[in-house]
């Protein structure tokens, strides 16, 4: 009865490769996020999407794309692969209180168990 | 932009001690949130504490609590009566209130329970 899942959690692949990560959320969130950790434990925001929309799109190589078929799934397309790609890879979810003026506030941010990338 | 710092890369203690991890952050925003992530050995990211910065009453979750000073900037968390369990590493994140959402996380803090 997993709240936010991803699947796989362990992916080893060459350089060059094309692979994807997916992300579930059963919280009945509204927004979700990609988040990356990289070998010193530093996590960054790559993603956000809030139902369906992209709202966040930090300075991400375009290799990497983001897709949302709905609001409980946010998948991670990541297109020939580098060896400095190699990381974790978080998905989070919230719930979103949008507010009249059409700008929204975020409750706590719930993660999934994260993606272990490894290029080689 | 906001940014986070937390200034101990390490730190270990004595199962039972009381041990405080510190986190200072910069921003010019007035509302916002504070919290404090455990990440164990499993990697699973599992929010510890919350803070409204609105609030003035410190938070507060069994055995964790923080001590928030917004004229400083400041966001402690204390562990009392550590357990074994609480090894992990520990990262501070700050989220502002509106607008397009993210948590800015500092460096984090490797916490060692020992025996």
């Known amino acids: 009865d997993t709240a936010v899942s991803q699947t796989p959690k362990y992916l080893v692949t060459q350089m060059g490769n094309d692979k994807s990560i997916k992300c579930e959320q059963n919280?009945?969130?509204?927004?979700m996020y990609w988040y990356k950790q990289d070998s010193k434990k530093f996590l960054k925001i790559m993603f956000s999407y809030n139902n369906k929309e992209l709202i966040i799109n930090e300075t991400v190589p375009n290799r990497f794309s983001p897709k949302s078929p709905d609001k409980a799934h946010l998948n991670l397309h990541i297109n020939s692969l580098e060896l400095g790609d190699s990381a974790v890879y978080f998905c989070?979810?919230?719930?979103?209180?949008?507010?009249?003026?059409?700008?929204?506030?975020?409750?706590?941010?719930?993660f999934g168990p994260g993606t272990r990338l490894t290029v080689l | 932009a906001q940014t986070v710092t937390q200034s101990q890369p390490e730190m270990s203690v004595q199962e039972a001690e009381t041990v405080t991890l510190s986190c200072t952050y910069d921003t010019s925003e007035s509302n916002y949130y504070l919290f404090w992530y455990k990440q164990p050995p499993s990697r699973q990211m599992i929010l510890v504490i919350r803070q409204e910065a609105y609030k003035q009453q410190n938070a507060t979750e069994n055995r964790f609590s923080v001590n928030f000073q917004k004229a400083a900037k400041s966001f402690s968390l204390k562990i009392s009566d550590s357990q074994l369990g609480d090894t992990a590493m520990y990262f501070c994140a700050f989220m502002k209130e509106q607008g397009a959402q993210k948590l800015v996380f500092g460096q984090g803090t490797r916490l060692t329970i020992n025996p």
């Open positions: 919280l009945g969130h509204d927004t």
């Open positions: 989070a979810s919230s719930q979103d209180g949008r507010w009249a003026s059409g700008d929204f506030s975020t409750d706590t941010q719930y």
